[in-house]
């Protein structure tokens, strides 16, 4: 897609691994009833499920929104979607970082239906940063999302930089242009509210 999440951010997947397996260790070892209850065994496992299931998919913008789907309904149905815990940190990880890749690859399908939007890479790329700008912005954002909002951001931020800068006016230009200055942007916003999050 235009927009593209970039691809050392999905190292993220190695990170959900690690709370996974510290959040049974600590239950394995709770002396003080801090360990899963069975509603979480069954959220981790559905979520785990759905997102085996999105690897190698023929159709991975549904699988990787069910990833979503689950994954979020299950913070939810735990109430643990605000709180940072050895047992939710794993599926506020998986929830955040799979919505940002089902909301952009949704945005990225339904402009290659729209004619006018189908052929202009750069108006799509645009679009997603709108679309990203909205969800990093928003009010009720945990710090785990936020986390996740500015590694993917930063990441992008970096991409948008390879290949130097062309000052030639041409339509080409002046809208990758658009798009650099726009990524910096909302990267800028993504990470200074990260920063404001765990500092302030």
């Not at 927009?3 to 397996?21: G, H, K, N, R, Y």
């Not at 069975?38 to 085996?52: C, E, F, G, W």
């Not at 990787?64 to 309904?73: E, K, P």
């Not at 999302?145 to 991409?159: D, E, Q, R, T």
Request: aromatic share 6%; with cysteine; charged share 10%.
């Amino acid at each position: 897609m235009a927009l593209d999440i970039p691809t050392m951010t999905f190292e993220i997947w190695t990170l959900i691994c690690v709370f996974q397996a510290l959040s049974l260790a600590k239950s394995a070892l709770a002396s003080n009833a801090n360990e899963l209850s069975q509603s979480d065994i069954t959220a981790l496992a559905l979520s785990n499920v759905v997102a085996a299931r999105a690897i190698g998919s023929t159709n991975p913008l549904r699988d990787t929104i069910l990833v979503a789907l689950v994954s979020g309904y299950a913070l939810r149905n735990n109430d643990s979607a605000g709180a940072i815990t050895i047992h939710s940190t794993s599926l506020q990880l998986m929830s955040s970082f799979t919505t940002v890749l089902s909301v952009l690859g949704t945005v990225a399908w339904i402009s290659a239906k729209i004619p006018l939007l189908a052929d202009s890479a750069s108006i799509i790329g645009l679009l997603g940063l709108v679309s990203y700008h909205v969800m990093a912005t928003r009010e009720g954002n945990g710090t785990v999302k936020m986390f996740v909002n500015a590694g993917i951001l930063f990441g992008m931020l970096l991409g948008a930089m390879e290949g130097g800068f062309d000052l030639s006016l041409t339509p080409e230009n002046v809208m990758k242009t658009i798009g650099r200055l726009g990524t910096a942007y909302v990267a800028y916003e993504g990470i200074d509210r990260f920063r404001a999050a765990v500092m302030d």
